[in-house]
């Protein structure tokens, strides 16, 4: 029995020892590698010193103390952690490691000169956790300058190449000094806090959704000599389906030859979002939505086009230089594409009363706006409210804007030149418009004012529509209106549609729709055409366009005017003119349109039917008046409105003319 005891103790003693000797031996295997990976860090030129570390075996957890590291950079980036401790640690593979839990303690990072503008940049996070980590096994370089841009490639370089179930900050911090106030010896600057951080699902380079409750900020800078102050906070910042590796691609000039199309982004919210700012502004949005952000890598290198923009208090830049930005800025613009953004609920506090807004929205390919959309506008003008229900651009093409701009920076454009213009937007269109008409308190409406255009040859659209329905009173000081206001009429109404295009195979330009309503007064609707139109017609060169519509031949014209009131007005207008009365004016117009018949109907039969149909147009109010011309031959255009002004009775003869009126 003796023998037995002292043989168990022999073999507990032989297991303990065996423990605390594996124990031991994983300590110092631990130990051994972070020591390396401080090396590693130390042989690429940088700092890097840590204290305590400890290594329990039982739960495979690592702690490691006050972590400095201080890139080898002119201007150093310098990196501090109080502690650093991984629960559950493993090792996957030779080339990775893996940890339950990952927490980060007092994490500060101080950077240098990041842009030209910011003198020194320092960020803060109290605690940062991360959760189910796996990721490489060794440290990544240094940064190799202290660029803000370089940064945040090494940061999302990092970031893609880890997986983690989530990564939570409850605070983090990052406050700036500017370069010009640095250079002055104040601390203007700024401070900028995030609060609730929270990304889920990291996974290959992709994360499923990231959350911040609230970022807040207060900027100090200076303004005419007056300090300003500017503070707001962003709450319930939302995104979903985030490519972390395509956004790492526009920081690396390695992927400036990356001409693929990324998706970085499938949705994004945010708000309310609220700014004051002193003196005299205050901000608010209800909300804002992005969807669907897509990158190029080639053209949107940021550290390339950022390199480009001078420093403040540098000289500005030479018109070869600005051309070569504005080129830059062009290309970056052409490398984004966003399905849909939107903003909800602008209103804003000025010295002239409150602006609103209810919403903007536009998306944008390839540099390009498709529609840019701007609703519910309520702000005060000097005489009064002033109101837009929709205001849009049906396309603007940004990019191309920019390389025009960038070829008019050395010189004045020839107005051949400023017709390129022209194609980079396809229409407007503006709609619920309330504005106050000079002092009088009446307002003019805008109920639709629609014009688009397109079908471009060369410069020049060959396709035009306007369409205009508005509303506006009338002045009983301007002497060009006082005749109606003189006949009872306080308030003109217009309601227009009035469309052109040109048919190439064809050759046919025609006015069509082209209709005029003006209340009160008369209604009309009119067609033109002109026939064999050569493209040539529509160059921006004048000899070559005026050679060309010495071809172009008139086509029919057909008019339709039906009177509600217009007739009455103008009699009575001449009546007041000559001192008669309204009977009497209405007989010397008949008379006068009688005489002219008489005269020109010998040569032209057709025209004593037309002089006929006005003259019952004009003696009884309220007839519709139908006019078609048809030519006879074949008309060159020019001829017929140069004989116009010398002959006009030889200019009709050119048409058969058909002429009635009817109720």
Do not use: C
Not at 199 to 214: C, L, Q, V
Request: aromatic share 6%; no cysteine.
């Amino acid at each position: 029995m003796k023998k037995i005891l002292l043989g168990l103790i022999a073999v507990a003693a032989l297991a303990a020892g065996g423990y605390f000797g594996f124990d031991f031996y994983a300590q110092r295997r631990v130990i051994r590698d972070v020591e390396a990976a401080f090396e590693q860090v130390r042989a690429a030129g940088a700092k890097a010193s840590h204290g305590k570390i400890a290594f329990d075996v039982k739960s495979r957890t690592l702690t490691i103390s006050d972590i400095a590291t201080e890139s080898g950079a002119q201007a150093p980036v310098n990196v501090r952690i109080a502690s650093l401790t991984m629960t559950g640690l493993g090792q996957p593979d030779a080339g990775r490691i893996s940890a339950d839990n990952i927490e980060f303690s007092d994490v500060e990072m101080a950077v240098a000169g990041p842009t030209p503008a910011i003198a020194s940049l320092t960020h803060k996070a109290p605690r940062i956790t991360v959760k189910n980590y796996s990721g490489p096994a060794t440290l990544p370089p240094p940064p190799a300058s202290s660029s803000i841009f370089e940064l945040y490639r090494i940061a999302f370089a990092q970031l893609a190449s880890v997986n983690a179930s989530s990564v939570t900050a409850p605070k983090l911090t990052s406050t700036m000094i500017f370069a010009a106030a640095a250079h002055a010896g104040d601390k203007a600057g700024g401070e900028l806090t995030y609060l609730g951080l929270a990304i889920e699902n990291i996974r290959d380079g992709k994360i499923a959704s990231s959350k911040t409750d609230k970022f807040a900020f207060t900027i100090d800078s200076e303004a005419a000599g007056k300090p300003v102050k500017m503070t707001g906070d962003l709450s319930n910042l939302v995104a979903t389906e985030i490519d972390v590796g395509a956004i790492a691609a526009m920081y690396d000039p390695a992927k400036a030859n990356d001409n693929r199309e990324y998706r970085a982004q499938g949705h994004a919210s945010a708000g309310p979002f609220v700014i004051a700012a002193t003196p005299g502004l205050n901000m608010r949005i209800d909300g804002m939505t992005v969807d669907d952000v897509r990158i190029n890598p080639s053209r949107m290198q940021l550290p390339a086009l950022m390199a480009m923009i001078p420093a403040p208090g540098n000289p500005s830049p030479s018109p070869a230089q600005a051309r070569e930005l504005l080129e830059k800025m062009a290309s970056f613009y052409s490398g984004v594409g966003i399905g849909n953004a939107e903003m909800r609920g602008l209103s804003v506090e000025t010295p002239q009363g409150p602006f609103k807004l209810s919403s903007m929205r536009f998306n944008f390919e390839h540099g390009k706006i498709a529609e840019l959309a701007i609703e519910g506008l309520d702000a005060r003008a000097p005489n009064g409210p002033f109101k837009v229900g929709r205001f849009a651009l049906k396309s603007l093409d940004v990019a191309s804007f920019m390389r025009l701009s960038a070829q008019f920076a050395a010189e004045k454009p020839s107005a051949e030149q400023a017709l390129a213009l022209f194609p980079l937007i396809e229409g407007v269109e503006v709609k619920g418009v309330t504005s106050p008409y000079k002092a009088t308190g009446k307002p003019v409406n805008i109920d639709v004012l629609s014009l688009d255009w397109g079908q471009f040859v060369g410069t020049i659209p060959s396709k035009l529509r306007l369409v205009a329905k508005m509303a506006a009173p009338l002045d009983a000081t301007d002497p060009r209106q006082q005749p109606l206001v003189a006949a009872g009429i306080d308030r003109m109404a217009v309601d227009a549609d009035l469309g052109a295009a040109w048919t190439e195979a064809s050759r046919v330009f025609a006015l069509e729709p082209v209709r005029l309503d003006m209340a009160g007064l008369l209604n009309a609707s009119a067609k033109l055409s002109l026939a064999n139109v050569p493209r040539e017609a529509f160059s921006t060169s004048a000899a070559e366009s005026m050679g060309a519509a010495a071809q172009i031949e008139a086509g029919a014209i057909e008019l339709t005017v039906h009177d509600l009131g217009v007739i009455d007005l103008a009699i009575a207008q001449f009546a007041r003119t000559q001192s008669v009365s309204r009977d009497e004016a209405r007989n010397a117009v008949l008379n006068s349109i009688k005489a002219q018949g008489e005269a020109i109907g010998g040569a032209n039969p057709d025209a004593t039917a037309l002089v006929t149909a006005i003259s019952q147009f004009i003696e009884t109010p309220g007839q519709t008046l139908v006019i078609k011309l048809t030519p006879r031959a074949k008309a060159p255009a020019l001829q017929l409105l140069q004989l116009l002004k010398t002959d006009p009775q030889s200019a009709l003869a050119q048409f058969k003319i058909e002429a009635s009126t009817g109720l």
